[in-house]
């Protein structure tokens, strides 16, 4: 069966970085881009950027432009969403999610990693 | 690339019908036939149950539609029942390979 299994809770100093794993199984890693998504607390979700599994072809949305990378490992199967320049803000559920080629929709997603920016 | 504008809150009792909104501009809600929705519980991974607008995934109920004229879409949900209880979300593709999500909106169960 499908499945996307993210790492695990992050607690990180104001200014450091963050960089969280999707592991998948069960499908084509290269037929599906993986999205990655947060959510604050409190908050609604948030699109983050995407990665193309088959080229490594990336976009971000503007707001994390420069901060945020995101890179994949076909021969483990898994996705990778690095955060830097962490502020408190940037406390949040994180989910990666997959999403086939030529299609617009999420089907499948991780169970969501939490990360905490706290001094 | 400003969120998509939803309803903070709905509710209704069991057995009623809710319709809730999502209201994007002509860069994104209006300008693809590709919205879908997502429901999620707290400290759960959000669930497709709707895309491309309209259509169900299998294994959704039909108790769930969706639909889209111009710029906004909604989510209908038929003879609630306690488990619809929670927060739905819409998302757009809003071009250059970048997608936009709604704010939200908390479905509460009378």
């Known amino acids: 069966q499908v499945q996307l299994v993210q790492s695990a809770t992050e607690m990180k100093k104001p200014g450091a970085s963050v960089k969280v794993s999707c592991t998948t199984s069960g499908y084509t890693f290269t037929s599906y881009h993986i999205t990655w998504v947060r959510q604050a607390p409190g908050q609604g979700l948030e699109w983050l950027g995407r990665?193309?599994?088959?080229?490594?072809?990336?976009s971000y949305a503007p707001k994390f432009q420069g901060r945020v990378t995101m890179t994949t490992d076909r021969s483990t199967k898994t996705a990778y969403m690095e955060l830097t320049g962490l502020r408190s803000d940037d406390s949040a559920v994180y989910f990666c999610?997959?999403?086939?080629?030529?299609?617009?929709?999420?089907?499948?997603w991780g169970q969501g990693t939490l990360v905490t920016v706290s001094s | 690339q400003s969120a998509l504008a939803q309803p903070a809150s709905v509710s209704g009792s069991p057995g009623q019908s809710i319709t809730m909104s999502c209201t994007g501009t002509t860069s994104d809600v209006g300008g693809y036939n590709v919205v879908s929705w997502y429901q999620k519980y707290p400290d759960k991974a959000p669930k497709l149950i709707i895309f491309?607008?309209?259509k169900r995934p299998s294994g959704v109920s039909n108790r769930f539609s969706g639909f889209k004229s111009g710029n906004t879409a909604s989510l209908t949900i038929s003879g609630l029942q306690d488990e619809d209880e929670a927060d739905y979300y819409c998302c757009s593709y809003a071009g250059s390979s970048t997608w936009v999500f709604g704010g939200g909106t908390k479905l509460t169960v009378l």
């Open positions: 990665i193309s599994t088959y080229t490594g072809d990336t």
């Open positions: 491309e607008d309209t």
């Open positions: 999610a997959r999403r086939r080629e030529s299609t617009f929709y999420f089907d499948y």
